[in-house]
């Protein structure tokens, strides 16, 4: 076989080639060597000293470890339903036909774009101080000032409310299935006397139930890694109540130099994020439904 006959055929490869050595870099090596790591106790300043699953045992004797996962999981399960819930009840909204829908559509995602930056964690930590713009509104209700970020409930609060406030990227994906909903159904439903839930709850939902699912399964993923938030706003305070497993990442690796038990941390992390997606997948076929049989 001539020499142009084999680049040719492998030219594929070739123009891949830069991705797979990117992949290679930055994301196999770190994945294997966070494994490696997290069988030892190494803390950056000398060898690393085989422990086996001892940092794995320590994590699991450890309350305030354990703590910060079940306010991850707490965290999770109070973030992914309200953002989901507010971005399909807007999506829903805007899909309809009204003058200057396109300016709303992109006022409500412009949160999404500027929420995980710094300057937002900050803006929000001020709007909910004692003397910020919260309670400045809530006092002319007469409701006295809070105090969020010291009490342990209205921290956890806080952080909640600004992811919750990011929708607008499930909100586009949801506005992109409703795009594809049939209106012959709708017409039809309406003729047979289904009023605007009865549609809503008929129609509506089990067709974009596979973008409900696909939605689901990426929110729970980011919510399980949230950052920004905690670390900025609350710095995990007080009483450890917005201290996420991310956060305790953070913590052990660039703040106690252990990185043994960083990555033994977030190997469990990676698991149980695992196990939530793979109980996901197995629930789809009792409520995702597909249009293709072979889909589902």
Same mark, same amino acid.
């Given at each position: 076989?001539?020499?142009?006959?084999?680049?040719?055929?492998?030219?594929?490869?070739?123009?891949?080639?830069?991705?797979?050595?990117?992949?290679?870099?930055?994301?196999?090596?770190?994945?294997?060597?966070?494994?490696?790591?997290?069988?030892?106790?190494?803390?950056?300043?000398?060898?690393?000293?085989?422990?086996?699953?001892?940092?794995?045992?320590?994590?699991?004797?450890?309350?305030?470890?354990?703590?910060?996962?079940?306010?991850?999981?707490?965290?999770?399960?109070?973030?992914?339903?309200?953002?989901?819930?507010?971005?399909?009840?807007?999506?829903?909204?805007?899909?309809?036909?009204?003058?200057?829908?396109?300016?709303?559509?992109?006022?409500?995602?412009?949160?999404?774009?500027?929420?995980?930056?710094?300057?937002?964690?900050?803006?929000?930590?001020?709007?909910?101080?004692?003397?910020?713009?919260?309670?400045? %509104?809530?006092?002319? @209700?007469?409701?006295?000032?809070? +105090?969020?970020?010291?009490?342990? #409930? $209205?921290? /956890? !609060?806080?952080?909640?409310?600004?992811?919750?406030?990011?929708?607008?990227?499930?909100?586009?994906?949801?506005?992109?299935?409703?795009?594809?909903?049939?209106?012959?159904?709708?017409?039809?439903?309406?003729?047979?006397?289904?009023?605007?839930?009865?549609?809503?709850?008929?129609?509506?939902?089990?067709?974009?139930?596979?973008? %409900?699912?696909?939605? @689901?399964?990426?929110?729970?993923? +980011?919510?399980?890694?949230?950052? #920004? $938030?905690? /670390? !900025?706003?609350?710095?995990?305070?007080?009483?450890?109540?917005?201290?996420?497993?991310?956060?305790?990442?953070?913590?052990?690796?660039?703040?106690?130099?252990?990185?043994?038990?960083?990555?033994?941390?977030?190997?469990?992390?990676?698991?149980?994020?695992?196990?939530?997606?793979?109980?996901?997948?197995?629930?789809?076929?009792?409520?995702?439904?597909?249009?293709?049989?072979?889909?589902?």
């Amino acid at each position: 076989m001539s020499l142009g006959k084999i680049a040719k055929k492998n030219i594929g490869l070739a123009l891949i080639l830069p991705w797979w050595i990117g992949f290679a870099i930055f994301k196999l090596y770190p994945f294997i060597t966070s494994m490696v790591y997290s069988l030892h106790d190494y803390n950056l300043f000398r060898q690393p000293e085989f422990l086996g699953l001892g940092n794995y045992i320590s994590i699991l004797n450890d309350s305030l470890t354990m703590k910060a996962f079940g306010v991850t999981f707490l965290y999770a399960v109070c973030t992914v339903p309200l953002e989901l819930g507010f971005a399909l009840f807007i999506a829903y909204i805007l899909n309809y036909k009204m003058k200057g829908i396109n300016f709303f559509r992109t006022a409500y995602y412009i949160p999404s774009i500027l929420g995980g930056s710094v300057s937002i964690a900050v803006l929000w930590k001020f709007l909910f101080r004692t003397e910020g713009l919260v309670n400045m %509104i809530l006092g002319r @209700f007469g409701v006295e000032p809070f +105090n969020w970020l010291g009490d342990p #409930n $209205g921290a /956890f !609060i806080v952080i909640v409310l600004l992811k919750v406030w990011q929708f607008g990227s499930p909100m586009v994906i949801f506005l992109a299935a409703l795009k594809g909903v049939s209106e012959d159904l709708y017409e039809a439903a309406s003729i047979d006397g289904a009023k605007k839930w009865r549609q809503f709850v008929s129609i509506t939902v089990p067709l974009i139930t596979p973008v %409900i699912f696909y939605n @689901f399964v990426t929110q729970l993923c +980011n919510k399980f890694q949230e950052f #920004n $938030g905690p /670390f !900025i706003i609350t710095q995990g305070g007080p009483l450890r109540s917005t201290t996420l497993v991310s956060l305790l990442v953070y913590n052990n690796a660039f703040k106690s130099y252990n990185m043994g038990m960083a990555s033994a941390i977030a190997w469990l992390l990676f698991l149980i994020i695992m196990m939530f997606t793979a109980v996901a997948f197995i629930s789809q076929k009792h409520w995702v439904y597909y249009s293709d049989e072979d889909g589902r």
